[in-house]
Structures are given as structure tokens and as C-alpha cells.
């Protein structure tokens, strides 16, 4: 073998010897991953992940030490599967003798505890083993941490029937299209106001107000009362005065009895009422007015309200609308389809052709309010945006709050657009011409949907834990008592007894390790790919290839060194001759004592040294990975 020629290896073994079926062949469930790499470390052959592991060890299938026994009769189950140890991927099971009822299949983007992954989607183990029992999945809106893990999901618990309201069915049929290898989607649209069948169980809707149209709360009904979660809401209010059309909405809860709660607790830590959708609509029709020259507006593509008021307005203004990115392309072209609004012929143009008009002429929105790599205002920022290109005197709004992680992007898409003699306006400068409001409600929000609720049992949802146990203490102070409160893990299994009296959490939990799907592979257990991921990121790696004859036990050639994000070869030869010495030896003296001689031993051996050699020479851990060839 020639020092130069280039070896195709892979750093993680993968076994996958019980791949699960079915009969449409999704893609393969990875049951099980196996290291063959190595790492120094004072705790063992691999350090610890940094903060919570992002596995925390529960098994994808339940053990007999966590076997979950079957429903008492007359109970109700509910098992939040997703989005409450996080904000995304929001899943809930409701469960009866005959029927469960899942309401949303979110996902959530890949971040630093997930390298290399698309996107993380809720454990859907739970379901998969009780498919026959699943009548229906319903969404309460379309933004991506409820719909993202639609098509996947669906694949896995048997195909049920979704339902949801016409703009949410349109923005799922668009996800599905991406995922033509899976089966067909049985839609079905409801209104509002409308009551349904599923199985045994009847189940309503009511409406909610939120930054996408076409938002809806759920309600299961059962013989102890509602069981309701109204999704993502916030009230149509000015200054506390709930609107008429809102109170109608929820005077369905005047005379009824809520036996359960479970919503939002997004902005629970949030004083007062969150500001209301039409003082954003007001401050950006105001901007629009009066700003001279070419506007910019970033803003959250799931924005569809915000954005289709930004077209009636420009357009009534006699300005062309340009909207360049993927995601907010598609989302306009929905909202037009499900005829929430129609431009006019010849409003909407190209992003390329932009710069044909007078400034004052045109109003551009993008993605990227965010600061992402790729979005449209980044490579605009950049100058590497093929079809645009930002101007002096250009005016850009930044429609949106800065979503915690994203501070340092953000600043820098700032500073590149600042260097090219923009005006930056965003949420914390604009004065009283409000640029963006919380889809969420605010503390007096959620107040009040408690108190017009007025449930007997209560279980926060949509937020990490924190605000979960905020939203426990503020139920207590609007009068529910501690004992029929649950805060719930992912996972947790909660059980309200037949006569209705009695919420208890069980010891017992639903499989609730995040499943990832990177490519076509959807996995459930992936620590190890993931630790690795994460330590090439850190430290790169090392690998050695080693040719023994099987015979002397002798090493053939002096081994072959690749080092990849570790160290500069050329600069540091006398690292590496040292290394060379320590393989031989490693090997050559471990061989001895075989017969036969058991290379994975000798592997084993040989990773765990060198590893513990290189971070004595270098204070740095890089992945290391033994390869031993008998010749």
C-alpha cells in the first residue's frame, strides 16, 4: 500500500441486524450503534458529553423492569411524546379503551448536540406498538414544530387519517410531496366549529388565534368532560379587551366542564398580554409609508398573516413585491391556493428582477431574519446572492425576535449589511412602529384561558422545564390545586382515573429518546454517532493503518498516519515517529502472547495507547481509529 493513496473508511460501525419492516418500506431504523473509534479520556476509553446527554438512556423498546401495563378500563392516558423538555417537535397521545388520538407530529432543526443531523422528530415507539388503536392524527396549525414530522410519523404508526383545517391540510400536502417514497396522505379538512367521530371517541374543534391562519384548537370529549388543548394561541386583544369575535370563540367553555388543560406555555415567564398582530400590521404599513427608497423585510416564514398583509399593503400602494426564499415562496403560494389572499397580475415579480425599478417602487421580503447560512438576507449580506444585491440607502426591517442561540448570527448579518450603508430596523428600534409580536400568549393570556376554561386538571406543555413548572405556579394561582397538576417529561405517562377524580403519574415511561433522521435514516439510539460527530468537530482524527504478517506477529512495513483536523503531518514529524514507535511496540509485543492472534484485541490495544500518547504530546483528544490488516 502506497503512502499517498487515499483509504475509503468509515469511523462508526453500524449494526443493523434487526431492522424494523413494514410493508411500505420506509427508511431503516438503526437499532443499535458500535464504536470502533477511540478517545482519551481520565473516565475511560471515551469522555463524557458535555451537559445532558442528548440520549439520556432510556431504551427504544420498553424492558421488562419498564413494562407499561394495559389502560384500566374507563381510564383516559395521556402521553406527551414531544415538546415538553423543549420548544419543537410537539406530540401528544390521547388514549381511551378503544381509540388513541395524536394531536401534532412536530420536528425541530439539527443544533451543536446534533451534528450532521437533518432534523429530530418525537419517539414514536409508544405508538407503533398500540397502531391498531390510532383512529386519527390532528394538527392545530402548520408551522413545522407541529407538521415537520407529519410524513415520517405517519409511516410508523399504521397511516391514520389527519386532520386539520384547509390551510394546514395544503402546507402538509406540500411536506408529503417531499417524501414521495412514503405512503399516500389520507387528509381530511374541518372547520372550526365542527364535531367529529374517531372510533368510539367525538372530538371538536374551536379556533385560535395565531401568526398562520387557519389555527385550531382541539377538544376530545369524554364522559367526565372536555379534554382540550388549544395548540399554539395567542387572544385578539387591545390593552386586556378581548375582542367579540374571540369570546364567541371560546363561550363554548361557558357551560361546559373541562376535565383537562394542556397548552402553551411558550411566553409564560412574559408579563402582561403579548402584543397584538394588528399593532405589527399598523407599524409595517406605517414603514412602508413613509420610508424613501427600496425595503427589506426579514421576517419568519411561517409568518403567513404578517406576510400576506406586507403584499395587500405594498401592492395597495402601488409597489411591486419581490420574495426570495424557498420556504417563504411556498408559503405564499398556499396562502394564495387556499385563496387567504389573491395579488393582483404582475405584483409579485422575481427577486432578479428587483433592481429594474425605483427604489421606492419595490418592497423585497426574504428569509433569514435569523441570521442562517444560506437564507436569502445572509447571502445578500455576504455578496454571494447570484440574483440580488443590496444597495446604499436600502432600508432593512427585521421582522422577527432573535430566537435564543441566534445572537451571534444575527450580529453578523448586521455588521455585513451595515458595512454597505443600509439601515438596520428591528424590533428593539423601532419605536412605537411595532415590527414583530409573539405568536404566544403572555402571562395575562394564558391567565385568561384558564380562567375561561376553568379545568379540574391541568398538564403544561409546548416549553422546556422551566417554563412547564412557571405554568404549574401560575395555575395554582389561578385556582387549581397542586394535586391534580402534572408537570410531564417526554415520555411521561399520565393516567386520570374512570370516575374522572384522580390525575396520577406513573412510574412507568413511554420510550422517549429523540429519533433523528439523518438522509433516509431515521434512528432512535445514535449516541455514538453523535459523540463522534461531536468529537471530529473538536479535535479531528487520527487514523492508523498497520499491515501485521499473521505468521511472526511482526509488523510488514512501517504503519501509514492520516490525520484529519488533529495536527499538520509535515510539521510535526517527530510527533509522528514517536507514534510509529509506540505501534510497533503496541502490537508487535501483544501479538506475541497469541496464538491465534486476535486482532480485535490487539485493535483494542492499540486505539486506547495511541490515544492516551496524543493527549499527553498535545493536550487534544482526536478520534482515533485503529485499522490492523493481516497480510
Not at 384500566?72 to 402521553?79: C, D, L, S, T, W
Not at 438576507?377 to 446604499?392: D, E, G, Q, V, Y
Request: aromatic share 6%.
Amino acid at each position: 500500500m502506497k503512502k499517498n493513496n487515499r483509504l475509503s473508511f468509515s469511523a462508526v460501525s453500524i449494526e443493523n441486524k434487526n431492522e424494523q419492516k413494514s410493508e411500505q418500506k420506509p427508511p431503516e431504523k438503526k437499532k443499535q450503534a458500535k464504536s470502533s473509534t477511540y478517545q482519551y479520556s481520565k473516565f475511560g476509553k471515551r469522555r463524557p458529553p458535555k451537559g445532558r446527554p442528548f440520549h439520556s438512556g432510556d431504551k427504544s423498546r420498553n424492558s421488562n423492569e419498564n413494562k407499561i401495563p394495559p389502560l384500566e378500563k374507563g381510564a383516559i392516558r395521556i402521553v406527551p411524546l414531544g415538546g415538553v423538555e423543549e420548544i419543537g417537535k410537539n406530540m401528544t397521545a390521547i388514549e381511551t379503551d378503544d381509540d388513541i388520538i395524536v394531536i401534532d407530529a412536530g420536528m425541530y432543526f439539527s443544533n451543536e448536540e446534533t451534528p450532521g443531523v437533518d432534523y429530530v422528530i418525537p419517539n414514536t415507539t409508544y405508538l407503533e406498538e398500540r397502531k391498531d388503536k390510532i383512529r386519527a392524527l390532528f394538527i392545530t396549525h402548520a408551522h413545522l414544530d407541529h407538521i415537520g414530522g407529519v410524513p415520517v410519523v405517519l409511516s410508523r404508526i399504521g397511516n391514520p387519517p389527519v386532520y386539520s383545517r384547509n390551510l394546514s391540510i395544503l402546507m402538509i400536502k406540500k411536506r408529503q410531496a417531499e417524501f414521495p417514497h412514503l405512503p399516500p396522505l389520507k387528509a381530511e379538512i374541518v372547520e372550526k366549529d365542527e364535531t367529529i367521530m374517531c372510533g368510539k371517541t367525538k372530538v371538536r374543534f374551536f379556533g385560535v388565534t395565531h401568526t398562520i391562519p387557519d389555527s385550531m384548537g382541539v377538544i376530545i370529549e369524554t364522559k367526565n368532560g372536555w379534554i382540550v388543548t388549544p395548540g399554539d394561541y395567542k387572544l385578539d386583544q387591545i390593552d386586556g379587551v378581548v375582542s367579540a369575535e374571540e369570546e364567541k370563540e371560546y363561550s363554548i367553555f361557558d357551560k361546559e366542564k373541562v376535565l383537562l388543560l394542556m397548552t402553551d406555555s411558550t411566553n409564560v415567564e412574559n408579563e402582561g398580554y403579548s402584543l397584538p398582530e394588528t399593532k405589527v400590521h399598523q407599524g409595517l404599513e406605517n414603514l412602508i409609508k413613509k420610508i424613501n427608497g427600496r425595503i427589506i423585510i426579514a421576517a419568519f416564514a411561517s409568518h403567513i398573516t404578517r406576510l400576506t398583509h406586507v403584499v395587500k399593503v405594498a401592492e395597495g400602494l402601488g409597489k411591486k413585491i419581490a420574495i426570495d426564499g424557498r420556504s417563504m415562496k411556498t408559503n405564499i403560494d398556499v396562502a394564495i391556493e387556499a385563496g387567504y389572499f389573491k395579488p393582483k397580475k404582475g405584483t409579485i415579480i422575481p427577486v432578479e428582477e428587483a433592481g429594474s425599478y425605483p427604489p421606492n417602487k419595490v418592497v423585497i421580503l426574504m428569509t433569514g431574519s435569523q441570521g442562517e447560512e444560506f437564507a436569502a438576507l445572509s447571502r445578500a449580506a455576504n455578496k454571494s446572492h447570484t440574483k440580488f444585491s443590496i444597495k446604499k440607502g436600502d432600508t432593512i426591517i427585521l421582522s422577527a425576535s432573535i430566537v435564543p442561540g441566534n445572537e451571534r448570527a444575527v450580529e453578523k448579518i448586521k455588521d455585513n449589511l451595515s458595512r454597505q450603508g443600509v439601515r438596520i430596523i428591528s424590533y428593539r428600534t423601532a419605536g412605537e412602529d411595532f415590527v414583530h409580536a409573539t405568536g404566544h400568549g403572555n402571562k395575562e393570556d394564558i391567565k385568561w384561558l384558564h380562567k375561561k376554561t376553568h379545568p379540574k386538571f391541568f398538564i403544561p406543555i409546548h416549553g422546556n422545564h422551566y417554563r412547564l413548572e412557571l405554568h404549574k405556579e401560575l395555575a395554582m394561582e389561578v385556582g387549581t390545586p397542586e394535586e391534580n397538576i402534572v408537570v410531564p417529561d417526554n415520555g411521561s405517562i399520565i393516567e386520570i382515573s374512570p370516575d374522572g377524580e384522580k390525575m396520577t403519574l406513573r412510574k412507568e415511561k413511554a420510550p422517549s429518546a429523540p429519533m433523528m433522521v439523518d438522509g433516509l435514516a431515521i434512528s432512535d439510539v445514535q449516541d455514538v454517532v453523535i459523540r463522534d460527530r461531536q468529537m471530529l468537530a473538536q479535535d479531528g482524527m487520527f487514523v492508523i493503518i498497520a499491515l501485521m504478517d499473521q505468521k511472526t506477529g511482526k509488523l510488514k512495513k512501517s504503519p501509514d498516519l492520516i490525520s484529519r483536523g488533529f495536527v499538520y503531518l509535515k510539521e510535526n514529524q517527530e510527533l509522528l515517529r514517536q507514534v510509529r514507535i509506540i505501534i510497533k511496540k503496541s502490537i508487535e509485543d501483544i501479538s506475541q502472547k497469541m496464538n491465534p492472534i486476535d486482532f480485535d484485541s490487539i485493535k483494542n490495544n492499540l486505539g486506547e495507547t495511541i490515544s492516551k500518547f496524543l493527549y499527553q504530546k498535545t493536550a487534544k483528544r482526536p478520534l482515533v481509529i485503529p485499522v490492523v490488516l493481516g497480510v
